[in-house]
């Protein structure tokens, strides 16, 4: 396969370029996301249903792609269990990694959106200002969470378990005053480069 081809359809870390987000693959994906924005902003009063809609068709979706073998994946079986039911693969670009992802943060939408979570009040706040820096939490939360289990790895701290849980709590705690300094700082400089971060 080109390299041409590779950017646009595959995921790959063997072969060069290397390609972790195929442009076919994730743009479409965004797209429909980009529709789905739209929409909510235009008829708010409407959005927490069409949220809810969306999260039973994307479990509906995860269901039939996972378990019939429509999407990449071998089909599941009941040999493998729970913990490799919910085994997913990301790429290629996979429909059931996709549905089984948007549910979640869906039915978080629909949640904030009906007003079950006041996103103003404790403990919630931590999420809008995750919100309002969310490409910067992108790329830190890589160098973070990274420096953090090296830290846990370095005192043993163990088991698995406790150490994943451990990793992600610290990343996570770490982040939100990053979060908003550079929140801070993006409105401080409005007309830079960060307003597209």
Same mark, same amino acid.
């Given at each position: 396969?080109?390299?041409?081809?590779?950017?646009?359809? =595959?995921?790959?870390?063997?072969?060069?370029? %290397?390609?972790?987000?195929?442009?076919? @693959?994730? /743009?479409?994906?965004? +797209? /429909?996301?980009?529709?789905?924005?739209?929409?909510? $902003?235009?008829?708010?009063?409407?959005?927490?249903?069409? $949220?809810?809609?969306?999260?039973? +068709?994307?479990?509906?979706?995860?269901?039939? *792609? &996972?378990? *019939? &073998?429509?999407? %990449?994946?071998?089909?599941? *079986?009941?040999?493998?269990?729970?913990?490799?039911?919910?085994?997913?693969?990301?790429?290629?670009?996979? !429909?059931?990694?996709?549905?089984?992802?948007?549910?979640?943060?869906?039915?978080?939408?629909?949640?904030?959106?009906?007003? #079950?979570?006041?996103? #103003?009040? #404790?403990?919630?706040?931590?999420?809008?200002?995750?919100?309002?820096? %969310?490409?910067?939490?992108?790329?830190? &939360?890589?160098? =973070?969470?990274?420096? !953090?289990?090296?830290?846990?790895?370095?005192? &043993?701290? @163990?088991?698995?378990?406790?150490?994943? *849980?451990?990793?992600? %709590?610290?990343?996570? $705690?770490?982040? !939100?005053?990053? #979060?908003?300094?550079?929140?801070?700082?993006?409105?401080?400089?409005?007309?830079?480069?960060?307003?597209?971060?």
């Amino acid at each position: 396969m080109k390299g041409y081809q590779m950017i646009l359809l =595959v995921n790959s870390g063997v072969r060069f370029p %290397s390609v972790g987000f195929p442009v076919l @693959g994730w /743009v479409p994906l965004m +797209l /429909v996301g980009l529709a789905f924005g739209r929409r909510v $902003a235009a008829q708010p009063a409407r959005a927490a249903r069409l $949220a809810w809609q969306a999260v039973a +068709l994307c479990v509906g979706v995860f269901f039939v *792609t &996972h378990l *019939t &073998h429509l999407d %990449s994946d071998p089909p599941w *079986t009941e040999k493998q269990g729970i913990e490799g039911f919910l085994l997913l693969r990301k790429g290629p670009p996979a !429909v059931d990694f996709f549905a089984f992802n948007l549910a979640f943060g869906l039915a978080a939408l629909a949640a904030f959106l009906s007003g #079950a979570v006041d996103l #103003a009040r #404790a403990p919630w706040r931590w999420l809008v200002v995750y919100g309002r820096a %969310s490409l910067f939490l992108f790329a830190a &939360h890589l160098l =973070v969470a990274f420096v !953090v289990a090296r830290v846990a790895l370095y005192f &043993h701290v @163990g088991p698995d378990w406790l150490r994943y *849980t451990l990793v992600v %709590s610290v990343a996570a $705690a770490l982040l !939100v005053p990053m #979060a908003a300094w550079y929140r801070r700082a993006k409105e401080r400089h409005r007309g830079s480069l960060l307003r597209y971060l």
